[in-house]
């Protein structure tokens, strides 16, 4: 547990820890974005236009799932 870690943490007051709590997820809105690299967004843009321009072209994933496992075993 990270708390373990930090013993100061540890003796604070209730209040302090929570408003330590808030602060961090306060701080943390947003730190999930991740840059995603623009060959890839590129990719990712041609194979949505691709299904929208034709969505009878794909395969369920059970259809996929059972491709996989003739190739490769279970």
Not at 1 to 26: F, G, H, N, T, Y
Not at 33 to 49: C, K, Q, S
């Amino acid at each position: 547990m990270i708390l373990e870690l930090l013993p100061d943490v540890q003796r604070l007051p209730a209040s302090q820890k929570r408003k330590l709590a808030e602060e961090l997820l306060s701080e943390a809105d947003g730190a999930d974005e991740v840059e995603i690299d623009p060959a890839i967004m590129e990719l990712l843009e041609a194979r949505i236009a691709a299904h929208e321009n034709d969505p009878a072209a794909v395969s369920s994933w059970d259809e996929v799932k059972a491709r996989v496992f003739r190739r490769h075993g279970s």
